[in-house]
């Protein structure tokens, strides 16, 4: 069904609201950097189990070591996943040379390597979270011999 006063509507009203997170990280790398960096369920979660996430490789093989008491809450699951994939790609921004966060147009994160190689990290972090394979200090080793 075509309505022309609401195809009009949309276009109005999608210029308004901007590109979302592609956009802004066009505008402002760093601090879209600063706010995939928190992953405030992760940190919470690692903190309760006595481990304190300091953006270094070896927090990752620290988080690779915990109990993946997560897997028995299916709600909490999927953020934590999410969370876990943000925090490898934090470290891996931060520790490999030439390695930088990249937003697709539908404002995906990924991790870009200086080869241009992306890694999608918050598909490495789900499938952390749920099965614990890969492990996160494994893509990290993968991404830093790269």
Known sequence: MN???????????????????ADAFAEDPEGVGGLLAECELLRSQAAAAGLELD???ASLQALDQLLPRWREDPEVLPW??????LYLGTVITRSVRGAGWHIWPGGHPVVRLASGREIRVVEAGLDWAVSGAPELSQVYAEAAEA
């Open 80 to 85: 934590l996943g999410n969370d876990a994939g």
């Open 3 to 21: 309505i022309p006063f609401l195809g009009n509507w949309r276009k109005r009203h999608t210029a308004q609201r901007g590109g979302g997170l």
């Open 55 to 57: 953006d270094s490789p």
